[in-house]
């Protein structure tokens, strides 16, 4: 089957501007969660959506940093006034709850200029 | 604040030996151990789960868990060139979060031919 879906692959973006990125994960996998990587450094936990209750958002780094999921499915991770520091890969992965093992996919690699 | 340490490497051996990696956890409730790995410019990718103290063997991987000592590790048999990435050890968090995991900064292995 289809393995977790990232879009776009690559982002080039002007400081200040909005970015969208996008996730299609696993079917049947009701958890679904967005890590960020920057270069050199480990993953670092930004948002987790579990079917229908309230999204942990404890690891967004600001306000202008949005998430949501539709229908228990796609998500988006929405970048307001682009900055700098926000140029990392943005990893989304998804899973089953019994397992808890996560399952990327290939990251939407944004630079902010 | 939970902590998942790795040697940062590089780990550097010649193709057919053993490469040990090594992964020490903060959180002495956690249940569950992952590794996986990450080609450069590649997303990470789930080799090996790990719940119970002992070991767990699946081809040339073996995890070994002990949970008395919060130490987890991955001996990779017989290495191929194609091994050479870098590994992330992940630890599920335990309490609250326990949907969350936290991942290591990752070990750089070089496979010499």
């Known amino acids: 089957g289809a393995g977790v879906s990232q879009s776009p692959s690559n982002k080039v973006t002007e400081k200040g501007k909005d970015v969208e990125l996008r996730c299609d994960p696993i079917s049947g996998h009701t958890a679904l969660y967005w890590y960020r990587q920057s270069l050199g450094q480990g993953l670092e936990f930004l948002i987790y959506f579990q079917g229908n209750s309230a999204p942990d958002k404890s690891g967004l780094p600001s306000d202008r940093f949005s998430a949501e999921r539709t229908g228990g499915s796609v998500s988006t991770l929405t970048i307001q006034r682009t900055q700098q520091e926000d140029s990392a890969v943005y990893l989304c992965?998804?899973?089953?709850?019994?397992?808890?093992?996560?399952?990327f996919g290939e990251g939407s690699r944004l630079t902010v200029l | 604040q939970k902590e998942v340490e790795q040697n940062s490497g590089p780990l550097s051996v010649p193709e057919g030996a053993i490469a040990s990696l090594n992964c020490t956890y903060s959180d002495r409730g956690s249940q569950s151990f992952f590794w996986y790995r990450q080609y450069s410019g590649k997303s990470p990718e789930l080799i090996m789960s790990i719940y119970s103290n002992g070991d767990k063997e699946d081809g040339r991987f073996t995890a070994q868990l002990n949970k008395a000592s919060q130490y987890v590790s991955l001996l990779i048999r017989d290495s191929q060139p194609s091994d050479s990435a870098t590994y992330l050890c992940?630890?599920?968090?335990?309490?609250?979060?326990?949907?969350?995991?936290?991942f290591g900064k990752g070990t750089l292995l070089t496979v010499n031919p």
């Open positions: 992965a998804s899973s089953l709850v019994s397992t808890g093992e996560l399952f």
């Open positions: 992940a630890v599920r968090n335990s309490g609250g979060s326990n949907y969350k995991l936290t």
